[in-house]
Nanobody
Framework: QVQLVESGGGLVQAGGSLRLSCAAS????????MGWFRQAPGKEREFVAA????????DYADSVRGRFSISRDNAKNTVYLQMSALKPEDTAVYYC??????????????????WGQGTQVTVSS
């Protein structure tokens, strides 16, 4: 069992940056593959980024590649999402997620066993 708590959301102007954090508690953090998803009003939750294991494979949605970066600090049991060059269309609730099954297709919602409560990111034009 693992608990996930996101933080770092807020209001930012277009072109700005934010760093989201997701703190995990419970089982050894390094055992988990971690992902970030987002859900805008009236839309389905969508994949943003994933990290399969420490120092290993990372994946990004085409819409954020080159602007967002996922990283993790196992000593702090935390995964980060650094977001730069933000656009109004990045406005959403951002969720982190975790799974011990690191070989799953991490761009899929169903790959994950644990979810945080989300943090709101609003990008003004």
């Amino acid at each position: 069992q693992v608990q996930l708590v996101e933080s770092g959301g807020g209001l930012v102007q277009a072109g700005g940056s934010l760093r989201l954090s997701c703190a995990a508690s419970g089982r050894a953090f390094s055992d988990y593959a971690m992902g970030w998803f987002r859900q805008a009003p009236g839309k389905e939750r969508e994949f943003v980024a994933a990290n399969r294991w420490t120092g290993g494979q990372t994946d990004y949605a085409d819409s954020v590649r080159g602007r967002f970066s996922i990283s993790r600090d196992n000593a702090k049991n935390t995964v980060y999402l650094q977001m730069s060059a933000l656009k109004p269309e990045d406005t959403a609730v951002y969720y982190c997620a975790a799974t011990v099954y690191r070989l799953r297709a991490l761009e899929r919602l169903t790959a994950y066993d644990y979810w945080g409560q989300g943090t709101q990111v609003t990008v003004s034009s």
